[in-house]
């Protein structure tokens, strides 16, 4: 490339004022020059290109967050995409909080074990006590499904996505992502379902109860979702089984079209949370030509201000 071509763009300072938007603000940003902030510009554009080209899009997160107060924003956010892919907790985190269950402010650097002989679970800085969690989770799950069982619509083998939008239907708290996700017709793709305290006591009910788990069918759902879509994008937030469901089936058809991907994790033990979305376009997971980003950043810091610029509210 050419210098005057390398040299082309100014590096401006930002100047506060008050009263600022949001998009102001990350108006201002595109300019700064600076480190990762020119990514979270490029990432909240890729997006808003993403939704206002209607293409297929996907959210993907991993279930830590939903312990964090990100819950009810990712609930009212959920309208705005057309599928949700998860992993087992997050199943947990929503239905505990649905039900009541407090989650309180710790520390990184609290004392495990007095915390376990005090019967308190510790998720980064975030304390869960016992019973609100494992116990509130068993209790409530026990309850729906009896319900879901007891009704005439009962179906005896139920894909994940299509069990999720029963508890969507019978849980009553409107910042539940279950909830909303039910009520916007948005399907929630969980192949790790049997992972954490939910698939526990599903394994629980199936032992005593006509119930059967097809996994596969969410798998070809996914399937036909990629082929029957032109344009696909995604928001992933995380890395794991979550990610990886939503780069794996769309590579199908040649790759995203858009991809904004957020991560504290290092690419260098080769790991998938911490591969950058170019690693992807190697596999044919995201098109060459696709327009994408990886963001290092936390994500309960780029996640609120990203959908206030986008007034995903």
């Known amino acids: 490339m050419e210098k005057n071509k390398l ?19 990350i108006e201002a940003m595109d300019s700064v020059g600076g480190f990762s902030a020119q990514h979270l510009v490029k990432g909240i554009r890729i997006m808003k290109e993403m939704m206002d080209e209607n293409a297929y899009t996907f959210l993907s997160f991993p279930a830590d967050i939903i312990a964090t107060g990100l819950r009810g924003m990712i609930a009212q956010s959920v309208k705005y ?54 116990l509130a989770v068993e209790k409530y799950f026990n309850e729906i499904m009896g319900d879901i069982y007891k009704s005439k619509d009962y179906k005896k083998e139920y894909s994940a996505s299509e069990l999720i939008s029963e508890f969507g239907k019978r849980i009553e708290d409107n910042d539940s992502i279950i909830r909303q996700a039910y009520l ?64 794996w089936w769309n590579q199908f058809k040649g790759g995203l079209d858009y991809a904004v991907y957020i991560t504290t ?38 996640l609120p201000v990203m959908f206030s610029a986008l007034d995903m509210i």
């Open 7 to 25: 040299l082309s763009r100014t590096v401006k300072d930002i100047k506060l004022k008050k009263g600022m938007k949001v998009s102001e603000l």
């Open 81 to 134: 995409f057309d599928a949700i892919i998860t992993t087992g907790g997050t199943l947990d985190h929503d239905l505990a909080k649905a039900y009541g269950g407090k989650y309180s402010i710790g520390s990184f650097e609290a004392d495990d074990a007095e915390l376990h002989r005090q019967n308190i679970y510790r998720l980064g800085n975030i304390f869960i006590g016992r019973d609100e969690y494992g």
């Open 184 to 247: 916007h017709k948005v399907p929630i793709f969980n192949p790790g379902i049997l992972d954490g305290a939910f698939g526990t006591q599903l394994t629980i009910f199936s032992q005593d109860h006509d119930f059967k788990l097809n996994l596969i069918k969410d798998e070809l759902e996914l399937s036909n979702i990629v082929f029957d879509n032109k344009k696909t994008g995604a928001l992933m937030v995380g890395g794991g089984i979550s990610k990886h469901h939503v780069i």
């Open 265 to 302: 994790a290092t690419q260098f033990d080769g790991s998938l949370s911490g591969a950058r979305l170019t690693e992807a376009v190697s596999w044919g997971k995201v098109k060459e030509k696709a327009k994408y980003v990886t963001i290092d950043g936390d994500a309960t810091i780029i």
